[in-house]
């Protein structure tokens, strides 16, 4: 069974930084692509970065310069390193897995659990 676990998140003021990580089990990550995804409180759940299955990355214009994502396929984990933290960066963030390698190709199916993050002072 194709699972994925969260964790890595919590409360941290503006401008610190957060490391989040993504645990798959039951496939392998170069088979398919992972994407993280934020639900900020009263808006819908939108797209923040994503690692294919070959290890291409890309990002929303939001979080370029901020946000880096990586893999350890030996560890089978997705990680977002999260710098310069802003208040509008507070959500739910979840990890998704594509039915495909690529990022922009085939249904997510798979979920996490979602792990909170909050950017305050």
């Known amino acids: 069974q194709s699972q994925l676990v969260e964790s890595g998140g919590g409360l941290v003021q503006p401008g610190g930084s957060l490391r989040l990580s993504c645990a798959a089990s039951?496939?392998?990550?170069?088979?398919?692509?992972i994407g993280w995804f934020r639900q900020a409180p009263g808006k819908e759940r939108e797209g923040v970065s994503c690692?294919?299955?070959?290890?291409?990355?890309n990002y929303v214009d939001s979080v370029k310069g901020r946000f880096t994502i990586s893999r350890d396929i030996a560890k089978n984990t997705v990680y977002l390193q999260m710098n310069s933290l802003k208040p509008e960066d507070t959500g739910i963030y979840y990890c998704?897995?594509?039915?495909?390698?690529?990022?922009?190709?085939?249904?997510?199916?798979?979920w996490g659990q979602g792990t909170l993050v909050t950017v305050s002072s």
């Open positions: 998704g897995r594509r039915s495909s390698r690529w990022c922009d190709v085939g249904s997510l199916g798979v």
């Open positions: 039951g496939f392998t990550l170069d088979y398919y692509a």
């Open positions: 690692i294919s299955g070959f290890g291409r990355t």
